[in-house]
């Protein structure tokens, strides 16, 4: 475009200089190599290993059952819930409300300190503190006795425990309130890495709290919230291996472990597990890519470079949308 | 259009502001110009109540700001009442304070569409002229980020001009450019001036003062130390200050 300018003086040789040495790469390479052919040989050689056996077990009905319904689902389900009622929790963290603020902090506090395991066993047994559960006018019967009516019930509806805190219920109740109080940090962390100005500007436009969180903030805090949040899933999809302590037995894992100890091997079900939850991950790794890539718009290294070449272009006098695409 | 009437804010035990007073009349431009940490952002962030006055009147075009005087008593605002407020006041900040995740478009109707709920298609056409009035009708589909910083401060008066403000209020609008891109902001600002738009401008561009503006105030230390004509203030200061601060900047 603009050559005639640069072209005065002759461009002199393009540089040709030995590149430096990485002897240290060739090492590595080398260790690992060994390091890797010993791992094969023990795949192959070590009987123990029993393939057949596991590849026919991996795909048992019950096995798939506890799968998609045990781990998938339920952490699909622990995570839309964990995640709704984290945002919540977040916002009611940030909120002037001081009220608001201590319920949160404690909810925080509470969720975060009880482990899961242990957190899922309750769940399963909350039967034995309420055997029925109501919905009505709270302490109606204590409300009667103070005006003299004997058992007075204002009830609209209720379970029987046994029908509701069990199984997948229950299981779901104890790790979505968990992985809420996780989330809530998450998203408080992600709300307050976006600049106060953001704010301020849209306070300034006229829009209301509500919808400066909801357009103006919480789309740039997502870009801080999405890869903790991909960890968070992950963690959650090993965790419903847990859910065995509420108890839930159509779940991966214990699955596999039931069938190794029926046909007394139980090593290579070990295997199976692994790789289910490695292929699990795996694909949640490809998810996460794609919901981080949304989530960038206008940031990153994409727009920089981009921004980089018209800069670029510009001081070379040229035409920047030549060279930007 | 604007009345302050003795303003004092503190932050703290910091006391920003020490009785500020201001008129500033319909279609005229104000500007208030002082050392940093003089309180003029500050003061300027009272007028459309992102921060809370403790003392003194602040009213835009009649209305009391923040407040509702109602039997000799004053009663805070709601926050949605603030908002409609803040509606017909737009505001240009230092660091544009553009929305990074929407395009230049996105970002000048987002306040029309939510909070005056016009139609699509109406605030479309609007934004794109706002745009090409500030001469950026070809970056309407690039991301700010994608901006100088010259463009991202013309596409925030643009933002603010979409909501047809009654006043605007600019924050020191090019204290964060090149000194190459100043020249393109001010001049979108004259034009807005020429067309009649009430405006109070926090700046340092001197120049653009004596030549737009209807009025100039010196701040510093909380308190107006000289206000008048701008001609006749940088011309001749008459306090001891302002002479000084005028000898440093011109």
């Known amino acids: ?325 | 259009m604007v009345r302050a009437e003795n303003v004092h804010k503190s932050f703290g035990h910091l006391e920003v502001l020490k009785g500020i007073d201001l008129e500033v009349r319909h279609g005229e431009v104000c500007c208030v110009i002082g050392p940093s940490g003089s309180g003029k952002s500050t003061f300027l962030r009272c007028i459309n109540h992102l921060e809370k006055i403790n003392a003194g009147r602040i009213w835009v075009d009649g209305d009391l700001i923040g407040y509702r005087e109602r039997g000799g008593k004053l009663h805070e605002m709601q926050a949605k009442e603030v908002a409609a407020q803040r509606r017909s006041i737009g505001m240009v900040f230092q660091r544009f304070n553009l929305f990074p995740h929407m395009t230049v478009l996105e970002n000048v109707m987002e306040a029309p569409l939510r909070v005056r709920r016009e139609s699509k298609a109406q605030v479309r056409e609007r934004a794109i002229e706002l745009l090409d009035r500030v001469g950026l009708a070809n970056k309407v589909d690039t991301y700010p980020g994608q901006c100088s910083g010259g463009q991202q401060q013309r596409v925030a008066i643009a933002r603010a001009l979409a909501m047809r403000p009654k006043l605007m209020l600019f924050d020191e609008p090019t204290s964060a450019l090149d000194p190459e891109l100043v020249g393109e902001v001010l001049d979108v600002m004259k034009n807005l001036a020429a067309d009649g738009m009430t405006m109070v401008v926090v700046t340092h561009e001197i120049g653009f003062a004596r030549e737009v503006g209807d009025s100039l105030i010196f701040m510093d230390g909380g308190v107006v130390v000289e206000a008048g004509a701008p001609r006749d203030v940088i011309a001749n200061p008459q306090h001891e200050r302002t002479q000084a601060f005028l000898a440093k900047v011109l």
């Open chain 1, 1 to 325: 475009m603009s050559t005639d300018v640069t072209d005065v003086r002759a461009r002199p040789e393009p540089i040709k200089a030995v590149p430096v040495r990485h002897p240290g790469r060739w090492v590595s390479i080398a260790v690992l190599a060994v390091l890797i052919a010993m791992f094969v040989h023990v795949l192959l050689t070590n009987s123990a290993f029993h393939w057949r056996f596991l590849k026919e077990s991996m795909f048992r009905p019950p096995v798939v059952d506890g799968l998609l319904r045990g781990t998938l689902l339920m952490t699909l389900c622990a995570m839309v819930v964990g995640v709704a009622l984290g945002a919540v929790i977040a916002v009611m963290r940030l909120s002037d409300n001081p009220i608001l603020r201590s319920v949160a902090w404690a909810y925080t506090w509470f969720f975060r300190s009880v482990p899961r395991l242990v957190l899922l066993t309750i769940c399963g047994n909350l039967g034995i503190l309420w055997s029925r559960v109501e919905f009505g006018v709270p302490f109606d019967t204590q409300l009667g006795k103070l005006f003299g009516i004997s058992a007075l019930h204002l009830r609209i509806g209720g379970f029987t425990s046994r029908d509701v805190f069990t199984g997948f219920f229950a299981g779901l109740l104890g790790l979505a309130l968990s992985e809420a109080a996780y989330m809530a940090e998450i998203v408080r962390a992600g709300i307050q890495s976006v600049d106060p100005g953001q704010g301020e500007a849209a306070e300034a436009l006229g829009l209301t709290r509500g919808q400066t969180l909801r357009r103006i903030i919480l789309p740039q805090a997502m870009r801080v919230i999405v890869p903790p949040t991909g960890n968070e899933t992950m963690a959650m999809l090993k965790d419903t291996s847990l859910l065995i302590a509420v108890p839930v037995t159509y779940e991966l894992f214990f699955q596999l472990d039931a069938i190794g100890h029926k046909k007394f091997d139980p090593f290579p079900m070990y295997v199976a597990a692994c790789l289910w939850y490695l292929v699990l991950s795996s694909l949640l790794l490809v998810g996460q890519y794609f919901i981080e890539r949304h989530f960038s718009r206008g940031y990153g290294q994409q727009a920089r470079a981009r921004m980089r070449l018209r800069g670029l272009a510009a001081e070379q006098g040229g035409g920047g949308e030549g060279i930007a695409t």
